[in-house]
């Protein structure tokens, strides 16, 4: 039933915040993926090699990134140096047991000083937003909400959905009574971008909305709403190539690789580039993944140093959520990357840190940008900047 009046709402606090529209519901199944990882020693002394190698010339910057996070992430560190199998595969094969995916994905075991009690802690970061916002109501039932939220959202921004109007009516969307489930609407999504949809879930305990193509968490909606967006600038070509820093678990190359894009190139720390390795060898065709120093592929993972030895250039360079948590000095070495060889930037950025990307590209005088909230995810703003002829 929708809710009916404010007070049904008044649970949410400033939950309320954190969405575009008046729920349609206020109690959306939650769903865990089960499935044990299956054992892969080859892709774990793989993904090892890669990082050893990686650490070899990686050069640590001021960023937390850097700093708390790594010392966080001390023991995957030593277990992936250590070269031994067991304890490379012990990392790799249940992600809410380490705090590997910490600071960009779910599921994985907060570090000690950020939760009370780091063994009965959510397994689920965007529980710390949730609980940040309302510290009282259970957090599962926010964050039903937060993803239908998000999910309609970036149906809205594709056009599958018509755009919610508040002025008349709260019990949006008015043309469809009662509000579209989760596969209504991922079905729509898909009959548009005509893939066969899927919303892989490799490891055990990534918590989302269920659905027939798999469990649908909150990184994979902004993913498939970016890759679509990047489709969007390619205009639909094949071969128009990408460069995404700060990429996360990697899901948005894994929905960009399924919308036919087949040159991507994923530029982060070592530390991360071993959990895009790990998705993505394990969600896309593992042959045509490369990994530090293997040869290029369709999709492909390098650590920062890589950045001043690439000798090409791409059609679009991507940042989301990324930019500004960066030293700036790194932030300035992929501005001046993209502005020397005139590509275009998409940046998906909040603006609550020390540092904004506006702040860059409105003091460069041959730098023109457009800028729009970002529509699945209040608080971001997304911004394209291009280049005056100079
Ligand atoms: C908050 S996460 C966002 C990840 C992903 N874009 C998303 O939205 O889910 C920040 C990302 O920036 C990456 N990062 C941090 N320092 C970086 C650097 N110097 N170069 C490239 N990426 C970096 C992190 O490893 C992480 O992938």
Redesign the pocket.
Known sequence: MPPSDDASLSFLERVTWLLRRQPHKIDYALATSATPLPSDAALGLRIGAAYCHAMETFQP?A?F??QSFFAAKRNIHDAMISGSVEAIEAVLINPAETSLFW???GPTKPPADAWADAETAPRDPHAFVLRNANATADWHRLYGIWLMDSLVSAGEAMGILRADYPEISLEMPRQYPGGLSVDEIIDRMDQMLGLGLQFPNPFPGELGLPSRRGIVSF?AI??LY?AWRIWTLAEGNPDFSVL??????G??AYFARTLGLRDYTI???P??NLAQADFLCRTLDPTEVSLFTEPRAQTNILP?FMLSRLDRSFDLIV????FT???SE?MMD?YDFARRHRTPILS?NHEYNANTFREVYTRDSIAKATRYPYWPRRGYVEEVVTWRNA
């Open positions: 910057t960023s990134w850097d600071g960009f994905d990184r902004q993913a970016q995404e820093i700060g990429a996360g678990l899901r948005t530029i982060d720390i530390m991360t920062p940042n989301v959520d990324s948590e960066m030293s790194s992929y998906i």
